[in-house]
T-cell receptor
Framework: GQSLEQPSEVTAVEGAIVQINCTYQ??????LSWYQQHDGGAPTFLSY????GLEETGRFSSFLSRSDSYGYLLLQELQMKDSASYFC?????????FGQGTELSVKP | GAVVSQHPSWVICKSGTSVKIECRSL??????MFWYRQFPKQSLMLMAT?????????EQGVEKDKFLINHASLTLSTLTVTSAHPEDSSFYIC????????????FGPGTRLTVT
């Protein structure tokens, strides 16, 4: 089977940096995706790591270490609009399996 | 980016009735679409994979006779919740991947179903 573990909640202040971790156990691994979902909205794709290392896209970066079965999403210069749920996900057998999600609250 | 639409965005129905939800890829063709349900503050649970021109593949524990999926064209998949009950009340979301990259899914805006 497969499992993805994320913290359920994270709180940070505007302008800060926050890291959301994801550890996984999967039978076969191709890479790790990250999605953002605002309350009541659709998930939107943020990033994908198919190889070890850091991928940077503006204020957001994502990291993967296959040897540690671990990845993280790093959000810099936090803004109030970053308050949302963040999901790590792995492609498996032609479908996407999601972690339980981390609810990020950004405070003034 | 690619656009996926869903209709309706919300629906209220009485117990025992059926509800159809449409998922359309607006600017690309999708041979495969996915249907999820999501309860408040929870993750997305994959219900089934919708395949154009063939039967849907359901995840374990999902009743195929209750959640009917039809993928009649390369841009349209429908989910019909039959004989709805209050416990079927949920947020239903569809998605598609544009060029075979499963890791990057484009999601519809979701349909909130309330069964009274």
């Amino acid at each position: 089977g497969q499992s993805l573990e994320q913290p359920s909640e994270v709180t940070a202040v505007e302008g800060a940096i926050v890291q959301i971790n994801c550890t996984y156990q999967t039978s076969g691994f191709y890479g790790l995706s990250w999605y953002q979902q605002h309350d009541g909205g659709a998930p939107t794709f943020l990033s994908y790591n198919g190889l070890d290392g850091l991928e940077e896209t503006g204020r957001f970066s994502s990291f993967l270490s296959r040897s540690d079965s671990y990845g993280y999403l790093l959000l810099q210069e936090l803004q109030m609009k970053d308050s949302a749920s963040y999901f790590c996900a792995v492609p498996q057998g032609g479908k996407l399996i999601f972690g339980q999600g981390t609810e990020l609250s950004v405070k003034p | 980016g690619a656009v996926v639409s869903q209709h309706p965005s919300w629906v209220i129905c009485k117990s025992g009735t059926s509800v159809k939800i449409e998922c359309r890829s607006l600017d690309f063709q999708a041979t495969t679409m996915f249907w999820y349900r999501q309860f408040p503050k929870q993750s997305l649970m994959l219900m089934a994979t919708s395949n154009e021109g063939s039967k849907a593949t359901y995840e374990q524990g999902v009743e195929k006779d209750k959640f009917l999926i039809n993928h009649a064209s390369l841009t349209l998949s429908t989910l019909t919740v039959t004989s709805a009950h209050p416990e079927d009340s949920s947020f239903y979301i569809c998605s598609a991947n544009r060029q075979g990259g499963t890791y990057e899914q484009y999601f519809g805006p979701g349909t909130r179903l309330t069964v009274t």
